[in-house]
């Protein structure tokens, strides 16, 4: 189930050590956090996919 990206969602962008932009996409609960999850995605894959997480 996907699941839509809200206000709470921040995408940015950064350089790595080699110059390379890199995408990241944050998204933080409206309470406390209970946890911190992590997903690096495969080659034929995006970060949209797992918003379902949040």
Not at 7 to 22: K, M, P, R, V, Y
Not at 30 to 51: D, L, T
Request: proline share 2%.
């Amino acid at each position: 189930m996907m699941q839509a990206w809200g206000a709470d969602t921040t995408e940015e962008t950064f350089q790595s050590a080699g110059g390379l932009n890199i995408f990241l996409r944050s998204r933080r609960p409206e309470g406390k956090a209970r946890a911190v999850v992590v997903i690096c995605h495969g080659v034929n894959s995006h970060g949209g996919q797992y918003g379902w997480a949040a």
